[in-house]
């Protein structure tokens, strides 16, 4: 009798141990898709975690839960955060994932030629950051950031950027302009001799205006010459896409005659020289073509609607490249 009394304790015991390790090892906290985000807030301790998980439908044994948590003294490193449930999830892992802070990752994405408008505006549509510069201005956000510069255009670095729910979006746009910072320092050091530029700053907005114009990667670079060429001769730079920027228009917008005696900063058309800031992001390829430019003698060039562009050394064979290219 005590023996079949022990076997039965013995048993149960199994049985309890067996139920314990399939809810938490076995058992998907979710049965359907799609995956579910919890958000834990900072500050919430394990019972609480285990009654959130519990009123939401994930967690049929919240004591289970925080039995098994304390059996494994996970109750005091467990991080606040968003954290991802899909129908593979345990209660272990969950739990394991809690200790270990991996929460789930959002991200933005910065892309080349955008103007800082457009970074402004993919970042104030992102529903998973904190917005506070909505109504900074430039000069004060550039002053948050640490530069001396009045305009934030071209400082950024084009890139996918991840964060976690509830970071400041002043956040990413720091690391950014670190990464830009941090490529344009270090291809400035390793530049072509003999450019005429005073610093990277310049050199950043011969990038911006490559960006925009280069169609093709191998045009980048002779673009880039043509540019060196120009300036070294005094010539005006006769860039559309500055003439876009100062008139605040599209890319598709069609140029007037009018338009080319507008006097915004931007118009090469009329000033020599450089515009004063960048007019878009680029690319680390287009700051390194502004940095390396060929070394040919073309002192023009056009689309040739497939793509690329075609150079010339003269304006009369620049003239003929026009007919055959533009004019039909």
Known sequence: MFKKLIYSIFLLCFLALAFVAYQFFAKPLLKNPPAVSIIIQPGTGLNAIAQQLHHDGLMPYPTLFIAWALLNHQERLLKAGEYEIDTSMTAAQFLNNMVAGKVILHKVTFIEGWTFQDMRQALDQNPFLTHTITKVDDKELMKSLGSKLKSPEGLFFPETYTFTRGDKDTQVLQESYKRMQDMLNFQWEQRAPNLPYPGSYQALIVASMIEKEAASSPDRVQISGVILRRLKKGMRLQIDDTLFYGLHQPQTYHLTKADLQKDTPYNTYLHYALPPTPICMPSEESIYAALHPDSGDSLYY?????????????????????????IK
């Not at 689309?303 to 290219?325: I, L, M, N």
Request: charged share 25%; net charge neutral; no cysteine.
């Open 302 to 326: 056009v689309a040739r609607g497939d793509g690329g562009s075609e150079f010339s050394s003269t304006y009369e064979k620049h003239q003929k490249a026009v007919a055959q290219f533009i």
